[in-house]
């Protein structure tokens, strides 16, 4: 089952420098994809979600990019932070289910 | 911040063995869930709960796996016959209204080691 695929395993980028993290999907019946963020020994905590309608949202430093004929999205971290080292998850909600389908994960490390 | 808490952090179990992971969602949150990962794979969705019953499984959650909510407060996870594939880490979360948007609360995770 690789409905999500994250294809880049890791991704090492300079502090202060944007961080750009790519997702794919093949399901066209998602309507809503997410990103999460992990630290070891911890949970996935949200960071920031699109809905199927739109093409771009933002949250502050970060900011998501849905270009659903591509089935791809990103997600952009500006300007990168030391602690925003870990590994990021796209997943992806096909509508009307509860589950959420996860990525493999990219871990993200910034360079101080 | 409200968190959902998972007990124990580490648990240790012998193929065969009945194993119950536990759960405090957040208070006011609605919706349960529990995931797995692999070591070195992607977070798997098991179950989703709502008002008492399952309202999702997926193919993993088979026959072996249960899930109660005996108080009001808990959410458990019951594995009854314990296999050396069930090694993972197990996520509960829990959310405010069904996952669409807004995400869950994931937990900080069981570690199960069958051995």
């Known amino acids: 089952d690789q409905q999500v695929k994250q294809n880049s395993p890791s991704l090492s980028v300079q502090e202060g420098r944007i961080s750009i993290l790519n997702c794919d999907y093949t399901?066209?019946?998602?309507?809503?994809f997410l990103w999460y963020k992990k630290y070891p020994a911890e949970g996935p905590t949200f960071l920031i979600s699109?809905?199927?309608?739109?093409d771009k949202n933002e949250d502050g430093r970060f900011t998501v990019f849905l270009n659903k004929s591509a089935k791809h999205l990103s997600l952009h971290i500006v300007p990168s932070q030391p602690g925003d080292s870990a590994v990021y998850f796209c997943?992806?909600?096909?509508?009307?289910?509860?589950?959420?389908?996860f990525g493999t994960g990219t871990r993200l490390t910034i360079i101080p | 911040e409200p968190e959902v808490t998972q007990t124990p952090s580490h648990q240790v179990t012998q193929m065969g063995q009945e194993v119950i992971l536990r759960c405090v969602p957040i208070?006011?949150?609605?919706?349960f869930y529990w995931y797995r990962q692999i070591l070195g794979q992607k977070v798997e969705f098991l179950v989703s709960?709502?008002?008492?019953?399952?309202?999702?499984k997926s193919e993993i959650f088979d026959d072996q796996f249960s899930v109660e909510r005996p108080d009001g407060s808990n959410f458990t996870l019951k594995i009854r016959s314990t296999k050396l594939e069930d090694s993972a880490m197990y996520f509960c979360?829990?959310?405010?209204?069904?996952?669409?948007?807004?995400?869950?609360?994931f937990g900080s995770g069981t570690r199960l080691t069958v051995v």
């Open positions: 979360a829990s959310s405010e209204e069904s996952a669409g948007g807004y995400g869950y609360t």
């Open positions: 399901n066209s019946m998602f309507d809503y």
């Open positions: 699109i809905s199927s309608i739109k």
């Open positions: 997943a992806a909600r096909n509508f009307g289910n509860e589950k959420l389908t």
């Open positions: 208070s006011n949150h609605l919706y």
């Open positions: 709960f709502y008002n008492n019953e399952i309202s999702e």
